[in-house]
């Protein structure tokens, strides 16, 4: 996609609704893999920042 | 609930030429004005003259953990401030929700937790898929 037409696209209220439907409706349907991959970019990358930040101060006993 | 003898539509084809559809109806993707005032989509609109109902049913599913169950008292307050229907039924399922997700909107409804004098008379119905059938077979087998 050009950068002017997604600039087009995100700027597009009705987009942004339409967007949000289908996060919403992405977000109830996709399972932990999926969900990990799109928020940490790898199931690694979960564990390492999982007990990085630790912002829960959870005990964890990931190796 | 097309054995139900109801027909399927979208509710933007509907919309435009209703003459040619009867009156039992579960119309898809129907619009709505969300309490932000931005443009809101639900899942079905169930139409029935025979049964003089009309409520529009809003779908939640949780797969697996996460936050769509931080979203219920948006829905919620979407429920009885924004949908226009005076019935609305929220059917949700799956194994995903967080302890006590679900059981915080069952009793916002039934408290009628955030109504005022304008919309405490709003219906609203909190089904698991299983409470649905029963509701189905209960309700249109009459």
Not at chain 1, 9 to 37: C, R, T
Request: aromatic content about 14%; proline content about 2%; some cysteine.
């Amino acid at each position: 996609m050009k950068n002017n037409e997604l600039i087009e696209l995100i700027e597009n209220p009705d987009f942004i609704d339409y967007y949000s439907y289908k996060e919403d409706k992405w977000l109830q349907d996709a399972n932990w893999e999926e969900k990990l991959i799109a928020v940490f970019g790898s199931i690694e990358n979960a564990v390492n920042e999982f007990k990085k930040d630790d912002v829960f101060n959870s005990k964890i006993n990931l190796k | 609930m097309s054995g139900k003898g109801f027909e399927l539509v979208k509710y933007r084809v509907w919309v435009k030429n209703q003459e040619k559809y009867g009156k039992e109806l579960l119309l898809e993707n129907v619009p709505f004005t969300k309490i932000y005032e931005h443009k809101g989509n639900t899942e079905f609109l169930l139409l029935s003259e025979k049964y003089k109902l009309k409520i529009r049913i809003e779908c939640k599913w949780q797969q697996v953990a996460g936050s769509v169950d931080e979203k219920l008292p948006y829905l919620y307050l979407n429920t009885i401030e924004a949908m226009p229907e005076n019935s609305i039924m929220i059917l949700i399922d799956g194994l995903g929700w967080k302890t006590g997700a679900i059981k915080w909107l069952k009793d916002a409804v039934k408290q009628k937790k955030y109504t005022t004098e304008e919309n405490k008379h709003k219906e609203i119905l909190v089904f698991s898929l299983t409470d649905f059938f029963t509701w189905a077979n209960k309700t249109f087998n009459q």
